[in-house]
């Protein structure tokens, strides 16, 4: 009689989950799914920001129930990165961070950090024969030039339009608390505003010049492209629109370097870090298992692979990269088509800067050098020193290698190359955006870097790793309430976000 009763249970159980009725289901099927449930492993590659901060949310949102590793082929940080040079900490990657970037923010206040204001210099935009603009270091005297020049409705509208965008963007932070992920970059923006998808559509120089006139667009938002992204009209609006927030007042750092945010992050997670790249990704469509390949991680008879339910890819997946991964045929090919990167090129320079150069005499000097000129071999020279520091350092930003001939003419003959460093740094963003940017390359695969190519920095890398670790929580404790029946009735599909 018991047993009768129980299998009839069971099967009202079964039929109630297989339509979607859980509520009442869900305590006697826990037994079984305690029998079921297993901890997810998880493998992800990089140990950028994206990536130790995708190992810090899962850690929050599993606990002690899954396992983590987390592959690095060089140092953790990736593109943040800094080094001393005089005594003075250069940072030669990623530097500035907004006040609004939130989840950066709150990393600091979790783990203590101290930040310093990045106090803007006094910027000069230099077009390749003179100054255009020259910024005097007073704010109030700078906004009524900038008045003057380009005149009241453009320059209200520039800050104003920033403002209204950042306001638009900051909706995603509660939607992802709460739980909902989204399916590629494009929903994520379409989320923030139903006109942000559409931007990717539309270069910089299109929309800009429209917004706020030639001579703004030319002295002023060319300029901040190029120091922030390397590139000119052809940017797509959204990043743009992004690089002009990163040139607003409020920016911050980190002492002792940004990169301690992605190592702080590593510490509070409980992920494992595989000091190694990964070359190879295979998928095996019986036990539904990602095969990571890599070389042989210490001398003797060590496992040369390893495999993982869930991988997720924190490194840009672009045409040159160092530590090319390759997919293996039975992935999706779709999503992970590589992608040209641009290169940049930081150069730290210990100099005095021959300012007769730019034709310029004022005093005192301008101490950031901007360009809407791409002619020039600097998209930005900025010193790093104080006006009273007894020698010259400058951070110089290129798209191409600085031979000595340019630095002669800008420096004279007594200078010093102290640093070069090549990033593959950014997107090279086109327009039109015809690939949708999708975070889910296939079936417990996932591209964090994705984000990128609707704009890229340490925020945008932090939003896609909550994100993931969202979709992958919710995605396995479906697994586990429904085991199979997953595939068929509760994809997650129902778990990206609606609207
Ligand atoms: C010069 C420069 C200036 C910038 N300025 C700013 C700024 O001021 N503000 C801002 O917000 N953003 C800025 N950015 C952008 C920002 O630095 C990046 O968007 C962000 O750091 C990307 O982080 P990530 O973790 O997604 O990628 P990455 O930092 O690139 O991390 C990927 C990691 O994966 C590793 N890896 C790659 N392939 C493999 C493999 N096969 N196996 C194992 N490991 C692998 C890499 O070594 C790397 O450590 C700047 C970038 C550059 C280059």
Not at 148 to 172: A, P, Q, T
Not at 469 to 496: L, M, T
């Amino acid at each position: 009689m018991g047993t009768t009763f129980l299998k009839y249970a069971l099967s009202c159980t079964f039929i109630l989950y297989f339509f979607g009725f859980n509520a009442g289901a869900l305590d006697v099927f826990s037994v079984f799914r305690k029998e079921c449930g297993k901890k997810p492993s998880i493998a992800i590659i990089g140990a950028g920001i994206g990536g130790t901060s995708c190992a810090y949310f899962l850690t929050e949102l599993f606990g002690k129930d899954v396992y983590i590793d987390i592959f690095e082929a060089e140092e953790v940080g990736g593109r943040l990165k800094s080094q001393y040079i005089g005594g003075i900490e250069v940072e030669l990657g990623g530097a500035v961070i907004h006040p609004r970037n939130k989840y950066m923010k709150s990393f600091v206040k979790k783990f203590g950090l101290e930040v310093e204001l990045v106090h803007p210099g006094r910027a000069g935009i230099y077009n390749g024969k003179e100054f255009i603009f020259l910024e005097s270091g007073w704010s109030f005297i700078d906004y009524f030039r900038m008045i003057y020049r380009y005149g009241l409705v453009n320059s209200f509208h520039f800050f104003k339009d920033i403002e209204y965008m950042l306001d638009k963007f900051e909706r995603v932070y509660n939607t992802l608390e709460k739980g909902y992920g989204f399916r590629s970059a494009e929903k994520m923006l379409e989320y923030m505003h139903r006109s942000f998808p559409g931007m990717r559509n539309v270069t910089i120089e299109e929309a800009f010049r429209k917004q706020f006139g030639d001579l703004m667009y030319e002295e002023i938002i060319l300029p901040i492209m190029r120091v922030n992204y390397g590139q000119g009209g052809n940017l797509h609006q959204f990043v743009g629109s992004v690089s002009l927030a990163g040139a607003m007042p409020g920016l911050w750092s980190v002492k002792g370097g940004n990169r301690r945010v992605a190592e702080e992050l590593l510490k509070a997670s409980s992920a494992l870090i595989m000091r190694s790249p990964v070359y190879q990704i295979n998928y095996n469509v019986f036990d539904q298992k990602y095969t990571l390949s890599f070389p042989q991680l210490m001398e003797g008879n060590f496992p040369q692979s390893e495999d993982y339910d869930v991988v997720v890819v924190a490194a840009p997946i672009t045409e040159d990269s160092e530590f090319p991964i390759e997919f293996g045929p039975s992935i999706l090919t779709d999503y992970y088509k590589p992608r040209p990167y641009h290169t940049t090129h930081v150069t730290i320079i210990e100099g005095k800067l021959n300012y007769t150069v730019f034709n310029c005499s004022v005093d005192p000097p301008p101490t950031e050098i901007f360009t809407p000129n791409s002619n020039l071999m600097f998209n930005s020279l900025t010193r790093l020193t104080k006006d009273d520091d007894k020698f010259e350092l400058w951070k110089i930003f290129s798209s191409e290698r600085l031979n000595p001939y340019d630095l002669e003419l800008y420096f004279g003959e007594d200078f010093e190359v102290r640093l070069e460093k090549v990033w593959e740094a950014y997107p090279e963003y086109e327009v039109p955006t015809l690939i949708e940017d999708s975070f889910f390359i296939q079936h417990n695969l996932y591209y964090l870097n994705a984000v990128e190519w609707a704009a890229s920095a340490m925020e945008m890398s932090v939003l896609s790793a909550k994100n993931i670790a969202v979709i992958i929580h919710k995605f396995w404790q479906r697994s586990n309430d429904y085991g199979w029946f997953c595939y068929f009735c509760k994809g997650p599909e129902n778990f990206w976000r609606k609207y």
